[in-house]
């Protein structure tokens, strides 16, 4: 005969009661979170050519989960982005290149980013770039898109990213500053206007310029993003340094290392200033010029205030004319009017290469070249069209940041 005893024993009855409750209350959770929406992820994108009030949107672009966000492939790498880089390049994209263009339809903006790598591709770690270091889940890294990857819509304004493991370098520790976060100096140092200064100063005209004896630099546009790294890298190597920039930054240049100011908004014409004063002719001219501004008319008194041997290089293209300025600049002899000195407009090639060259000048005020990169100013993921009115002003001291979202903590 059957013992039912077993079923009917107080203690059993109230553990098969506890474990019922618990696993229709298990069920009904899950039932409820799976009804929740998931956290979506967030970029701004151009729907439309014009200025940054008009032309960009905050959009959902899909949902954040590990199922959902895009697996990188082959050598890519999956970027949780912290903090982009605002550039003036930014402005000319959404205003020129037309929305209608099938690569270029809701395009996301900015080209700097900074932050942290969630995913591998399945070749990633073993990337040639990263061979003394390879790359790995959690490290921070930062960087400037490809041509390639701008040109097809993509942008840093975006809470993920996927690069290849070759455009990005590993993010400084410090700038001069131990205790300082690493992530916003970074996203401007190894973007765009790191990269850029560097071009500029491992130029040949730099190099011959730096390698004179007590060699002169007269820099440009001193207190914009390039303009600052520029002071301290000529400051590193050398020079004496001649930062022409508004008299209200004058302070600012000269804690980066400037040994002289220019403010140019005394002056009604900055080349003319400079021919008149013989400050700044014979054995005290220039030997270098870093115009960050794009001023055609300091290249065409440079005589007067720059030495023979010495060059013009400029960072600023001008526009649709700069490709028939820079061979006017370059290519008219003296005999036929043009000016007879050295003239480069230099074009910027993103690259992880670049970037970093640029990491291992970064350090403090006494070993490295680059022992800060100042920041303008910082702003929230919902506020970018006021930071690109901000940088459409050309006001900017230094970098424009966007904080995408919060860093993850190490």
Not at 182 to 189: L, R
Not at 207 to 236: C, D, H, T, Y
Request: hydrophobic share 45%; charged share 20%; proline share 7%.
């Amino acid at each position: 005969m059957l013992d039912f005893s077993f079923f009917t024993d107080p203690a059993i009855l109230s553990l098969i009661s506890a474990s019922a409750v618990l696993l229709l209350a298990q069920l009904y959770t899950s039932s409820v979170l799976s009804r929740q929406p998931l956290p979506k992820m967030k970029a701004w994108v151009v729907v439309k050519n014009g200025e940054p009030s008009e032309a960009l949107a905050l959009k959902d672009i899909g949902d954040v989960n590990t199922t959902s966000l895009p697996q990188p492939k082959g050598a890519d790498i999956l970027i949780r982005v912290s903090h982009a880089a605002l550039n003036p390049a930014d402005l000319m994209f959404m205003r020129y290149i037309p929305t209608w263009v099938p690569f270029r339809r809701h395009a996301t903006p900015a080209i700097d980013f900074a932050g942290e790598i969630v995913s591998l591709g399945p070749q990633a770690a073993a990337a040639p770039a990263h061979a003394a270091e390879p790359l790995t889940v959690g490290a921070r890294v930062a960087g400037c898109l490809s041509v390639g990857l701008v040109a097809t819509g993509h942008g840093a304004l975006v809470e993920y990213l996927t690069v290849p493991a070759e455009l990005v370098a590993r993010q400084p520790k410090a700038f001069g500053d131990s205790s300082a976060k690493a992530g916003p100096p970074s996203v401007g140092v190894l973007g765009c206007a790191g990269q850029t200064a560097h071009l500029a100063a491992t130029d040949p005209c730099a190099e011959a310029a730096f390698s004179s004896a007590e060699p002169r630099i007269l820099i440009n546009g001193a207190s914009g993003a390039v303009g600052s790294l520029l002071i301290q890298i000529s400051k590193a190597r050398g020079a004496y340094v001649a930062a022409v920039c508004s008299g209200k930054n004058s302070e600012f240049v000269r804690r980066l290392g400037a040994d002289e100011v220019i403010d140019y908004t005394k002056h009604d014409s900055l080349p003319a200033y400079l021919a008149s004063e013989a400050a700044y002719s014979g054995a005290n001219a220039f030997d270098l010029i870093f115009d960050c501004v794009g001023d055609q008319h300091l290249f065409l008194r440079s005589p007067a205030y720059l030495t023979p041997q010495g060059a013009l290089l400029c960072i600023v293209g001008g526009g649709p004319m700069a490709p028939f300025t820079s061979a006017r600049n370059r290519l008219i002899p003296s005999f036929l009017g043009g000016t007879p000195r050295t003239y480069k407009l230099l074009a910027l090639t993103p690259s992880g290469a670049q970037a970093r060259a640029v990491a291992k000048w970064v350090g403090d005020s006494e070993s490295g070249l680059i022992h800060e990169m100042p920041i303008d100013s910082e702003y929230a993921m919902t506020d970018v069209k006021e930071a690109y009115e901000k940088q459409a002003s050309k006001r900017a001291r230094g970098k424009i940041i966007i904080k995408v979202q919060e860093e993850k903590a190490n």
